[in-house]
């Protein structure tokens, strides 16, 4: 039964000119002023999100995207931020990049905002998928199986720092701690200070291919996953469902269908389907130019991507379009009675299922971004009776 609605907001400022027949994306660039606006506009989010019942507010870490698309660095630090400004909704990060962090600092970081947060911050990894912006760090991800390799090292490195009084680790890519001379001894293990206050850490992952080796590695860890993106769609999503509850299966855990996962969703309202299909349109369109290009859209060809580079082509040429989307099933668009009739079915169907996310496509000004939350939360969220605000934490 799903009571819990998120929303995730990778970090896009407002952009104009949006669409198949806008700005082609690599001709982007804002002002750093402009860029800045992104956390005004995460703020904003937050607090209405805060005001309406929604669970948790997620966020996405990127860098140097002076397009104006996912512009937010350093999201424990901006979390904590709106951590002070909120008074229950969790922040959830959505997801920091291990390949670009040293584990430890990783650990650290989170350990720190977990107890200045009263335990409001909800942890998150991912492998990444710019190569501007893990390559620039000096991480591989052109080269998969070596990301896979290193983003999976690092992670068994956190939970080690989070699960344990001391620990060490000695794998490919670290030796913890290093045999140096220290005080008089040779170190042989280290401690995470502080540690997490509230253990296990909570920690969420996103799936997109859905790999055995990827489900099974979730599994092996408890971290919860995010279906969102291609995956989303029609039956690639009930594919990943059967695969995730197999991945549990085989280390002894039985899951409901649906159950540790969360649903992630574009959405859109207006009066009907045909109004929200004119005025999201183009920002659906802005989403797949964004997104296709760097192969996160599994559908698109080469012919594709290139077309839509060209705002005098990509308009009348053969496209993902807003309304194949609504039918695959991974755009929410429409009346709020039509969108409360699909999760209703995502509900029985998936009886294990209790957390959806629902985002705006890159391209929603802030404006629009508000109006949208606050009728989703007025307009849809009643309607699932005991959908509930997350419970607050005392600060330690």
Partial sequence: MITKFDSLFAGHVDISDVGYGGVPVNDRRYPNEHLATVFDKAQGMAQLM??????????????FQHEGYECIPNVLMTALHLVHLTNRIRIGCG???????????????YATADILSGGRITFG????YHTREVETFGSPLLDQPANRELFEE?????????????????????TLPPQVPYRGYTLEELTLVPRPLRLPVECWQPIQGGSERALSFMAK??????????????????????????????????????????FGFH????????????????????????????????????EQIVIMRDPKRAPSAKLPR?????????????????????????????????????????GVPKAAALEQLERFGKEVMPAFTKAKAPELVPAQ
Avoid at 50 to 62: I, K, P, Q, S, V
Avoid at 98 to 106: E, G, N, S, V, Y
């Fill in 95 to 109: 997801f920091n990049i291990t390949p670009m962090w040293h584990p430890l600092r990783l650990a650290e970081d």
């Fill in 154 to 174: 690092q992670v068994e490195i956190i939970f080690k720092a989070f699960d344990n009084e001391s620990f060490s680790h000695k794998g490919k890519h670290y």
């Fill in 322 to 362: 807003i309304e194949d989307a609504i039918a695959a099933g991974g755009v929410l668009c429409g009346s709020p009675d039509q969108i409360i009739e699909h999760l209703k079915a995502l509900e029985k169907r998936y009886p294990g299922l209790d957390r959806v996310s629902v985002s705006l496509s890159v």
């Fill in 50 to 63: 805060d005001r309406l019942g929604y669970d948790t507010f997620w966020m996405a870490e990127h860098h």
């Fill in 221 to 262: 860890h408890g971290i919860q996953g995010l279906i969102g993106g291609g995956s989303a769609e029609g039956g690639a999503m009930h594919k990943v469902v059967l695969d995730w509850q197999e991945a549990h299966a085989r280390i002894g855990k039985h899951l409901e269908l649906g159950e540790r996962l969360c």
């Fill in 125 to 128: 990894v991912g492998r990444g």
């Fill in 267 to 302: 959405f859109y309202i207006a009066d009907s389907r045909e109004e929200g299909i004119r005025e999201a349109g183009k920002y659906y369109e802005e989403n797949m130019k964004m997104f296709g290009e760097l192969r996160l859209v599994r559908a698109l060809s080469d």
